[in-house]
T-cell receptor
């Protein structure tokens, strides 16, 4: 059965304190892995798509990396406005109509 | 690009009434739209997948007669919660995908409260 596991469940950091969020996945064949950011009471905001092991993508203070079993979202020198829930999702090769499976998310809180 | 809107953003209704939620892709044609619900501090749970012009595919455990989905055009899908009850209170989020994008783009969500 396809699974997506994110850790930690919650993470509190001081402003400027870099860290990484983990997303472990089990699918028979990966078509794509996605990272989203979700603020309270809002829909998820798309961040990155990764397709193959070794791929990296960056956006401001965020960098996403991918291996054959997991993905990391690295956050460098975070600011309070980076506080949100970060969701990882995977799409299986051959899955119909772009269907994706979400992890349970990591709630990130950055203290000023 | 890739903007998805939802309407209404918040709705409060009495038990037994029906509520319709609209999802629109504003700047691209969405061949597929998805409907999710999300409970507090939980992740998104896929309810159904709809392709333009065809019947929706519902996930296991989701009642198709209770959650009616229509995807009549490439830019509009609707979710109707029929005979709503308090346990249907939740945050409903739609997303849209097209052949041009592998990603799903999400709407801002609709908070449904059934009294």
């Amino acid at each position: 059965e396809d699974q997506v596991t994110q850790s930690p469940e919650a993470l509190r950091l001081q402003e400027g304190e870099s860290s990484s969020l983990n997303c472990s996945y089990t699918v028979s064949g990966l078509r794509g892995l996605f990272w989203y950011r979700q603020d309270p009471g809002k829909g998820p905001e798309f961040l990155f798509t990764l397709y193959s092991a070794g791929e990296e993508k960056e956006k401001e203070r965020l960098k996403a990396t991918l291996t054959k079993k997991e993905s990391f979202l690295h956050i460098t020198a975070p600011k309070p406005e980076d506080s949100a829930t970060y969701l990882c999702a995977v799409q299986e090769r051959g899955s119909s109509a772009s269907k994706i499976i979400f992890g349970s998310g990591t709630r990130l809180s950055i203290r000023p | 690009g890739a903007v998805v809107s939802q309407h209404p953003s918040r709705v409060i209704c009495k038990s037994g009434t029906s509520v319709k939620i609209e999802c629109r892709s504003l700047d691209f044609q969405a061949t597929t739209m998805f409907w999710y619900r999300q409970f507090p501090k939980q992740s998104l749970m896929l309810m159904a997948t709809s392709n333009e012009g065809s019947k929706a595919t519902y996930e296991q455990g989701v009642e198709k007669d209770k959650f009616l989905i229509n995807h009549a055009s490439l830019t509009l899908s609707t979710l109707t919660v029929t005979s709503a009850h308090p346990e249907d209170s939740s945050f409903y989020i739609c997303s849209a995908a097209s052949g041009a994008y592998n990603e799903q783009f999400f709407g801002p969500g609709t908070r449904l409260t059934v009294l």
